[in-house]
């Protein structure tokens, strides 16, 4: 048992009080117990989360001279190649129902919302695997900061979509109400797909090297600076592409105020969530053995 009379389960076991009590039961024979546990965990980590977001966040720009500004140029800077590259007709977008700037800004800033939930998970825990044989805390805590240094972009770039809605006097909508809602669903698919790449990424650093490769063709498979295909045979690829109906849905909802394709969006949402749920379950019942694994 840990000294401070606070273990973490590696196997089948229960809570009394403060004392943890170990079986060599499987934590998976009792479900109720086990998701009870990391319910609990959740809860327990919300303030070291917070303190770990702050301090991740102050030291991401202690030392940068434009500070909060580089959370905003990626979006503005990928936006402005693509709507010079279609202006010179040098690419085809297809017809949008928007003035295609607030098209594909709208689009850049939703994507690198869910290529920073996707890699945020694994960034977190691999800088923070030093704690894990010091310090006996919830490892949800780290989940809930890498959930909150997404946020905090997040807000930063929303200035962008309210700059861009205003330029372009972009008539508002009560389906904008429902936006931040679609946002949240992509920025779950994001951390749910991360946080199942975590037991492999910590054990070999290709999932980190590999991720911006895969991110980069992902890009150019999804409807985020064209108009989403409805052809066949590259129809298929919305079809197949997870990011592709919560990504067009939000920039629908928000440009449009409804869901062109509400039923590939509930369908892909409703997937999203029990990806996430069996995601954490993952993380939960490998990290100790990971752990382990790396201080051998």
Known sequence: MHPSGIGEDTGGSHDRGLLTVYTPESQLRSPGRLFGTMWKGLLASRELAWRLTVRDITARYRRSLLGIT???????????VFILLQRAAVIHTGETDVPYPVFVLFGTVLWQLFTASLTAP???????TALFSKVNFPREALVLSAIGQVVFDMGIKLLILVGVFLVFRVS???????CPLAMVMLMM???ALGLSLVPLGLLYTDIAVGLPMVTGLWFFLTPVVYAPFTKWP????STLNPVSP???GARDLATKGA???PLAFGVVGGLTVLLLLASWLLYRLALPVLVERMQA
């Open 70 to 80: 580089w959370a905003i140029f990626p979006p503005i800077a990928a936006g402005l």
């Open 122 to 128: 694994l960034k977190v825990i691999t800088a923070n």
């Open 172 to 178: 508002p909508s009560w389906g904008m109400l429902a």
């Open 189 to 191: 698919l994001g951390i």
């Open 234 to 237: 590259l129809s298929l690829l």
């Open 246 to 248: 919560l990504l067009t």
């Open 259 to 261: 869901l062109e394709n």
